[in-house]
């Protein structure tokens, strides 16, 4: 067994890092150096020799627009692993990116990585044993929630109540965080993916319009909202007609896609909801006075702030930087490793 002195010498002179990985995106923060990737989890792969062609950017250019054998997939659904040997090149790839200058003396880094609340202890093994064979000399585990929070530099240790949403690509988590646990929470496998499908499924239904995967992102991010806006946003849809095959525009509103996005928005906020009646009451006084704090890129839908505020009678308040909540926990747990120990999650592999 390695003595905590030799470990500490290690992590001061290895690239520790800690990676948010994401269903739709992730990122990876460097001990010392803040986030230096953020890059989509999508990896191509050519069916017929199994080979890996890109992984990234270079393979979400690819998603749509490939020859029938070469393909571009996520290795997480819902946040968890659903191909182990894609996953394992993705995180290896990430490790490699970050220690590409190293030399051969410096060891192996220390790896924090963010995963969905209530997981099994499967797929926790999974993670771990990816991030082990893809390079990583140590593997700590964080809840996402938990790591949202740190992130957004709110006091998990302290004996106050923090309510977290953290809407991600695959997953929405809601955590009630108190003396660096999760007093009571909910997982929903509802999250920004679902909003693109209830895009891509309105053009279907109400205009017999086929949209791709990227499209109906780009009009949840320019137009979408979960409240009345101020002023009225148009964007062109464009896709196949179902029904001649051709090309079709059309120029769609805010106000339809809030409807296409209602069921999906209001699943959220019932999940909310629903946490706040279980909170106990001196959690609960806390989490008035402090309000409800929104991670993750789906607390960039418009108006979804307003919406859960006007549901729970509780101010609500947009992080700074959502976007890069999870992966800033990771990181700051690595900056404090001692000192925020109590906060991940048991080993598997010891």
Known sequence: MRLPIIDNLLGNISQDIGIDLGTA?????????????????????NKKNKQI?????????????????????????????????????????????????RHSLVPRPRVVVGIPYGVTEVERRAVEEAALNAGARQVFLIEEPMAAAIGADLPVQDATGTLVVDIGGGTTEVAVISLGGIVTSRS???????????????????????????????????????????????????????????????????????KALSKSVNTIV????????????ELLADIMDRGIILAGGGALLRGLDKLLQEATH???????????????????????????????LPAVFH
């Open 25 to 45: 995106y992730s990122l990876v923060y460097v001990k010392g150096r803040g986030i230096i990737i953020n890059e989509p989890s999508v990896v191509a792969i």
């Open 314 to 344: 509780i101010p609500v308040y947009i992080a700074d930087d959502p976007l890069s909540c999870v992966a800033r926990g990771t990181g700051q747990v690595l900056e404090n490793l001692d000192h925020l120990q109590t906060v991940l």
């Open 270 to 281: 019932d999940a909310v909801k629903l946490t706040v009646e279980e909170t106990p009451p």
């Open 53 to 101: 062609l890109a992984i990234g950017d270079e393979a979400k250019k690819m998603v749509g627009r490939t020859p029938s054998h070469i393909i571009a997939i996520r290795p997480l659904v819902d946040g968890v692993v659903s191909d182990f040997e894609v996953t394992e090149a993705m995180l290896k790839y990430f490790i490699e990116k970050v220690h590409k200058a």
């Open 188 to 258: 929903l496998r509802t999250a920004g993916d679902e909003l693109n499908e209830d895009i891509i499924s309105f053009a279907r239904d109400q205009f017999n319009l086929l949209l791709g995967e990227r499209t109906a992102e780009d009009i949840k991010i320019s137009i979408g909202s979960a409240y009345p806006l101020p002023e009225r946003l148009t964007f062109p849809m464009r896709g196949r007609d179902l029904l001649t095959g051709l090309p079709k525009e059309i120029i769609i509103s805010d106000e339809e896609i809030r």
